[in-house]
């Protein structure tokens, strides 16, 4: 499987969020413009990584992170922190559709851990896409997979397709998931992140 490029990838994030600028306005009852707020922040992040093509992808995204740093809404602070919590789980190595979901947990805030072999949500995520674009995890138990994978399943009683289903598992888990506007616009960024599982 080839490598993904950090670049393109946040570069359809920030364009699936200027597509639904607008309706993520509108769904913040706030200040009415979380919208407006996520565009700049992955443009701004996108532009970090662009502006480091040489590095590796833990530097690029940590250099994303800074960028964000010192923006003032609150979801700039939620993703500045996300950066950095994704350049640890990619740390030493490239991004591949392997390790993209950890990764895009870490991003979300939602716990993935550094190895993405010992990952529940990424375990679930071979079967989900039958068994080729990510690792298998035989020290997986029961427990593992039901905590891992309920809202997953949850998802797929309800009919919905695998990736929405795998969206859902990992914004369960964010604390942007904890308001209305920030659930929009994470399960936006986490779709388009991860479409490129679909792509490969």
Known sequence: MPDLDLMTLFGKAAQALQDNKDALNKADGWNGNHGDNMVEIFNLATEAIGNNPDANPADQLLEA??????????????YSDGFAQA?????????????????VQSLMGAGAQSQEDDNPITGLLG??????????????????????????????????????????????????????????????????????????
């Open 87 to 103: 350049a640890e789980a990619v740390k030493g190595k490239d991004v591949t559709p392997q390790n993209l979901v950890g990764m």
């Open 127 to 200: 079967g989900l896409l039958d068994g080729d674009q990510a690792g298998q995890d035989d020290k997986l138990d029961l427990g593992d997979v039901i905590n891992a994978g309920f809202s997953f399943v949850k998802s797929k009683n309800r009919g919905e397709d695998p990736l929405n289903s795998l969206v859902g598992a990992i914004m369960g888990k964010s604390p942007a998931s904890e308001s209305a506007h920030r659930s929009k616009s994470g399960e936006l960024v986490t779709n388009s992140l991860l479409k490129s599982l679909l792509d490969n």
């Open 65 to 78: 992170g800074k960028a964000l740093a010192g923006a003032k809404s609150g979801s700039a602070r939620l």
